[in-house]
Nanobody
Framework: QVQLVESGGGLVQAGGSLRLSCAASGRTFSNYLMGWFRQAPGKEREFVAARSWSGGSTYYADSVKGRFTISRDNAKNTVYLQMNSLKSEDTAVYYC??????????????WGKGTLVTVSS
């Protein structure tokens, strides 16, 4: 059974940083794309970033390019999202997701339960 467990959310001031973690278990993710999505209050869930487990492909939403970095630690089966220069509009529940790499960022099969990030202005 695949499990994706997010952690690291919290309250931060605008301009600050947070690092989210996603611990993945239950299968081999070698041909998978690991991603982060977010959903702000009253809005639809949107793509944030994704990276192939092999590290060959990386994708970012325009709104976070240059501020967020997705990375992974193969030994720990963990994916990270380093978020810098946070803005109030980054406030959302952040979800970790995993899907077959050939399906791309919008073909995720598995989802975590989310972690809340609140950026105060």
């Amino acid at each position: 059974q695949v499990q994706l467990v997010e952690s690291g959310g919290g309250l931060v001031q605008a301009g600050g940083s947070l690092r989210l973690s996603c611990a993945a278990s239950g299968r081999t993710f070698s041909n998978y794309l690991m991603g982060w999505f977010r959903q702000a209050p009253g809005k639809e869930r949107e793509f944030v970033a994704a990276r192939s487990w092999s590290g060959g492909s990386t994708y970012y939403a325009d709104s976070v390019k240059g501020r967020f970095t997705i990375s992974r630690d193969n030994a720990k089966n963990t994916v990270y999202l380093q978020m810098n220069s946070l803005k109030s509009e980054d406030t959302a529940v952040y979800y970790c997701a995993a899907g077959r790499e050939r399906m791309g960022p919008y073909g995720m099969d598995y989802w975590g339960k989310g972690t809340l990030v609140t950026v105060s202005s």
